[in-house]
């Protein structure tokens, strides 16, 4: 079946300026997490969404970076006037649920602030 | 959170086993450990888990130490489609039996296979 997938792949925008990126999780999971790679190193953890209890936000590194997610389906995470540093890849995990044992990654979405 | 600890890098020849090792001295009883992996320019995949009793897959083979301080991912003949970042990760047990909540990424050890 289809798996997680992530819009865009890649993209570029200008110093100050807002984007969007948008994760479309494997149908019926109710868990969803964002992570943040910048280049050469692991994984952070942003944020996660479990069926319709409040997200934990406990990963987000500043007000700039907000995130939805509408019911158990597809989620958007926001960054406001994007910096430099906020340059990453932008991942999408989703689970069954929030026991599940595997996180089906999606491929990403490569963010690059000018 | 309790950490681990694993090599920067390894290096195996193709169709030999691979031992991948990983410190976790702080672990708790209830720490399940897990191991993803990365391949180049993708997301993690999962690879394996387990708690206490050595595990085994279509994937690869998880030894897991008597003390539990430590554990060994085994990749039984290395393919070149082996060649990635190897995370060793633990996450505690939740009370609905599974393990919960978001992954902790440390560095992990890239693996490099020679044909």
């Known amino acids: 079946g289809a798996g997680v997938s992530q819009s865009p792949s890649n993209k570029v925008t200008e110093k100050g300026k807002d984007v969007e990126l948008r994760c479309d999780p494997i149908s019926g999971h109710t868990a969803l997490y964002w992570y943040r790679q910048r280049l050469g190193q692991g994984l952070e953890f942003l944020i996660y969404?479990?069926?319709?209890?409040?997200?934990?936000k406990s990963g987000l590194p500043s007000d700039r970076f907000s995130a939805e997610r509408t019911g158990e389906s597809v989620s958007t995470l926001t960054i406001q006037r994007t910096q430099q540093e906020d340059s990453a890849v932008y991942l999408c995990?989703?689970?069954?649920?929030?026991?599940?044992?595997?996180?089906?990654f999606g491929p990403g979405t490569r963010l690059t602030v000018t | 959170d309790a950490k681990t600890t694993q090599p920067n890098s390894m290096e195996s020849n193709e169709e030999e086993p691979v031992h991948l090792p990983c410190n976790h001295s702080?672990?708790?009883?209830?720490?399940?450990i897990h191991w993803y992996r990365q391949l180049p320019s993708q997301g993690p995949e999962y690879v394996i888990h387990?708690?206490?009793s050595n595990v085994n897959n279509r994937m690869a083979s998880l030894a897991i130490a008597e003390d539990r301080k430590s554990s060994t991912l085994i990749l039984h003949r290395a393919t070149l489609r082996d060649a990635a970042v190897y995370y060793c990760i633990l996450r505690p047990l939740s009370v609905g039996g599974g393990s919960q909540g978001n992954l902790i990424f440390g560095k992990g050890t890239k693996l490099s296979v020679k044909p």
């Open positions: 702080t672990i708790s009883g209830t720490d399940y």
């Open positions: 969404f479990q069926g319709n209890s409040a997200p934990d």
């Open positions: 995990a989703s689970s069954l649920d929030r026991d599940s044992y595997e996180q089906y």
């Open positions: 387990g708690l206490t």
